[in-house]
């Protein structure tokens, strides 16, 4: 594996990859890299020819009281475990590399992402769907690979790669947990042991959730206020939002008919947690 | 040449040209060709190996009370005139070729769009970024051609390419104009024939603002006023703005020391004619 710090040099790249016929791989990631990206990684290798990963910590998206200065960052770390998996680039550009100039351009979702993350962090899918584009149109992927984790980032980028035409493939990946159910995140590191151990009530909370639809329970307010319940006993937990929607339009869901999304955002000390599970109403 | 209607028939057309290492040259047009367009597809024809010009009048970038509806249109004679300079491919998708689902993304051009075309027709730039964007992905050329008397266009064009990594080369072309000055536009066959003998009172009058910069005059408030008097003196004219300014940041410029851009919008009727040119200032 190498280490690209630019965009001519990747560039110069993924045109021989091209010329060779062959498919192109993504992985964008913020570093700090955990084995939720490994699965990533681990999945592009397996369907493409070759793996770029990236790794930016984007200001872009990052609000201004948010965590952009102190995000974690080990570049050793992170490739070592890019080299793991056999990805072949590791694309670490500076901030001037990617902003060589201040940006006037920007690439707005609209609707879906009036909600939920995008409601609580203003401007944050903005950036995301910036650079992402902007990675994208350097890369030139045939595939790029996300974490569902992020799902109204998967859904927000869909929409955009969509909506633009760009010629790539986006691939959603199961979120990957600790053993105890913690969803693996790059920000676990900011919490307090007892902060972390208060945390595993988000995923308790979705499991809770998810047995109560399938044992029938099709009103979303008696479903949200149990998953409020369970994670409001943790004392050092402030609660963002905790929301059932519809997963496509991320239009409010009262009932649950077909697939519902359960998606939380959990603040414990400094630290902005987020998950989401799938709520199957069973047949009627 | 063949006529595409299909983003999928294109993209495998394309994907032939680049698996032969050719370069793809790209013309978009809305259509009912002039020789403006002409001098842009013969630009592109010398400079890659093949070209594809579009022709798609673009819902996005029209106001509510815009021209879309009457936006003239001749397909049989723009087949004939791209054929004539063998050019590739004619693209002509339709409206729900492009927008098949309501479209939730765009791309935001700031701080240019504010002025000129931008105040004058709110939405208009946002339109064009987001339709040339979506174009630049499904013709995956190496160069695109547009011509100058848009100015403003191919600068929001030229930016929000840089600003997004877009891998393809703008190249604007000069403004082709009739034997008697009119600069070429498919709205000038809305003109009346007075309309459009006091028309040329826009071309008239960049002449007369060249002169008095070539003559030292510096001051851009004087050179301003002697235009808006040419045009005034037409009684159909109507002007929606003459405007000196930077033509990289397009900030006012109140002297001129380099290079300039008056740029004027003028209506005749309902006609709404734009023109423009660079005042260069003579040396000290």
């Known amino acids: 594996m190498i280490q690209v710090e630019t965009i001519q040099e990747l560039r110069s790249i993924v045109k021989r ?4 016929n062959k498919t192109v791989g993504f992985v964008p990631t913020m570093g700090y890299l955990h084995e939720g990206h490994r699965s990533l990684m681990e999945t592009a290798k397996k369907e493409t020819d070759h793996v770029i990963v990236s790794i930016f910590v984007n200001p872009l998206q990052f609000g201004p009281n948010e965590d ?10 992170d490739f070592q475990l890019a080299a793991s998996v056999s990805a072949d680039v590791l694309f670490t550009p500076t901030v001037s590399e990617m902003y060589p100039v201040p940006i006037q351009t920007s690439v707005e979702v609209k609707g879906i992402t009036d909600v939920m993350c995008g409601a609580s962090r203003p401007g944050h899918f903005s950036g995301v769907a910036t650079v992402v584009t902007k990675l994208f149109q350097i890369t030139q992927a045939d595939r790029a690979y996300f974490g569902q984790k992020d799902f109204q980032q998967v859904a927000v980028i869909k929409t955009m790669v969509r909506d633009l035409n760009i010629p790539i493939e986006i691939i959603p990946c199961p979120i ?5 159910g913690l969803a693996l995140s790059s920000r676990n590191v900011y919490l307090s042991s007892e902060e972390r151990q208060q945390a595993l009530s988000l995923n308790k909370s979705l499991q809770l959730a998810q047995r109560m639809a399938g044992a029938g329970e099709r009103d979303a307010s008696t479903i949200r206020a ?6 409001q006993e943790q004392p050092l937990a402030r609660i963002d939002y905790v ?3 519809d997963p496509e339009t ?22 902005r947690l987020i998950d989401n599970c799938l709520l199957e109403a069973p047949p009627l």
């Open 17 to 20: 990859w091209k010329r060779e």
């Open 68 to 77: 952009y200065e102190k995000y974690p960052r080990n570049l050793q770390h």
């Open 176 to 180: 990957v947990r600790e053993s105890d």
């Open 226 to 231: 149990a998953v409020l319940k369970q994670i």
């Open 243 to 245: 929301e059932i929607r």
């Open 250 to 271: 991320f239009q409010s869901l009262t009932a649950l008919t077909g697939t519902g999304l359960l998606a939380l955002a959990v603040r414990f000390g400094n630290t």
